[in-house]
């Protein structure tokens, strides 16, 4: 019995520890791109009774960790000047105080710790961290993609004012070249250095194959598919069929009936049928009656 108590207990313990208190959840390690940005999630759920009152973000050095943020009842201190510029804690949605850093730099990868102070009910602080590895990488770009502004399709107007888009991911920064395929050359004609393409406003002449190239810090270029841009003379009236397409109908077609009441007419045809056939044979059975 004694045995059975103490087990409980333990059990009761080991519930209000898990669901009681609030619980850091972060990933073990995170890769952001060489020259650009990264997120390191760190978040929990509210809990009633906690409140939040000290967040750290500490990175491991040679000499130990280092506190490289502060948030606090005065607001936010960013403690290190390296970090000044590049460095944001999420502070619109409570429970979020994931780290954002800008503009990676390979000696930024280490070990960052997250750490969390809550205020209880009676004055009591429970405190919590969770370390998280930043690993730094050179990204090569990847191929580009091609879309269009606004939304529109690769067929518009002319006269519209409409662009042409490429976007390709990697360690930036990246840099982009316009190529229109020529019918009466195969080496196409370089038409921006630019992501972005702009006809302001498009023409007749704009029309034809597009495709664009990107190329980042490491690794080779990458070329992007062709597309098929046309642009069609607004001046020329597009037809529209407004008129809904007719076709032969039988009567049936036209008008047909419910099942029950065809089932109903069958039923009353048949009785129809009975009685007259009753009434002819009672007929022809009085008739070769003998007169009394």
Excluded at 76 to 92: M, S, T, V
Excluded at 247 to 252: D, E, I, K, Y
């Amino acid at each position: 019995m004694m045995k059975l108590l103490l087990g409980l207990l333990l059990l009761g313990h080991l519930m209000v520890v898990t669901h009681g208190h609030p619980i850091l959840e972060a990933p073990k390690t995170v890769t952001g791109p060489w020259k650009g940005d990264v997120n390191i999630p760190c978040t929990y759920s509210p809990l009633k009774g906690y409140t939040q009152v000290l967040v750290r973000w500490l990175v491991e050095r040679d000499s130990g960790p280092v506190t490289i943020f502060l948030r606090d009842s005065s607001g936010d201190h960013i403690q290190q000047a390296k970090y000044r510029g590049r460095l944001l804690i999420n502070h619109e949605v409570l429970g979020d105080v994931s780290l954002q850093l800008k503009t990676l730099e390979m000696d930024d990868k280490s070990h960052y710790t997250c750490e969390v102070t809550w205020q209880t009910l009676d004055g009591n602080e429970l405190v919590r961290d969770e370390i998280i590895e930043l690993r730094v990488q050179k990204l090569p770009v990847s191929k580009p993609t091609v879309t269009t502004g606004s939304g529109y399709g690769f067929t518009v107007l002319q006269g519209m004012r409409i662009s042409l888009q490429c976007q390709a991911h990697g360690s930036p920064p990246i840099s982009y070249v316009w190529y229109k395929e020529q019918t009466d050359n195969p080496e196409p004609t370089k038409v921006a250095n630019l992501s972005t393409l702009l006809f302001k406003p498009a023409v007749l002449a704009d029309t034809g194959s597009y495709f664009c190239t990107a190329k980042g810090r490491v690794g080779s270029e990458q070329r992007s598919d062709t597309v098929k841009f046309v642009v069609k003379d607004s001046s020329k009236p597009h037809k529209t069929n407004t008129e809904a397409p007719t076709t032969m109908q039988s009567p049936l077609e036209r008008k047909s009936l419910p099942i029950f009441a065809i089932i109903l007419i069958i039923f009353l045809c048949c009785m129809v049928v009975c009685i007259m056939v009753y009434i002819m044979l009672y007929r022809k059975t009085s008739q070769q009656v003998p007169p009394g």
